[in-house]
Nanobody, 124 residues
């Protein structure tokens, strides 16, 4: 059974950093691409960052490029999202998701498996 467990969210001030973790189980990491998505209150879910399983190529949406870094530790079956220079507009519930593909996609509908989400609140 494929399971994803996101953690690491919290309440931080603007400019601070957080590292989200996505612990995966039940599948072979090399055959699944991973994506981080977020959903703010009253808004649609949006993609944030994605990583190919084959070669580890990362992808970022423009709003987080240069501030967020996605990485994979296969020995721990964990995908991380390092977030720096956080802004109030980054406030959302963050989800990790997996798709059985070596290539990541920005389309949420392509991801078959989802974690439960972790709340990130950026406020002074």
């Amino acid at each position: 059974e494929v399971q994803l467990q996101a953690s690491g969210g919290g309440l931080v001030q603007p400019g601070a950093s957080l590292r989200l973790s996505c612990l995966a189980s039940g599948f072979i990491f090399d055959k699944y691409a991973i994506g981080w998505f977020r959903q703010a209150p009253g808004k649609e879910r949006e993609g944030v960052s994605f990583i190919d399983s084959a070669d580890g190529n990362p992808d970022y949406v423009d709003s987080v490029k240069g501030r967020f870094t996605i990485s994979v530790d296969k020995s721990k079956n964990t995908v991380y999202l390092r977030m720096t220079s956080l802004k109030p507009e980054d406030t959302a519930v963050y989800y990790c998701a997996a798709t059985k593909s070596t290539l990541a996609t920005r389309h949420a509908s392509w991801y078959e498996f989802w974690g439960q989400g972790t709340q990130v609140t950026v406020s002074s």
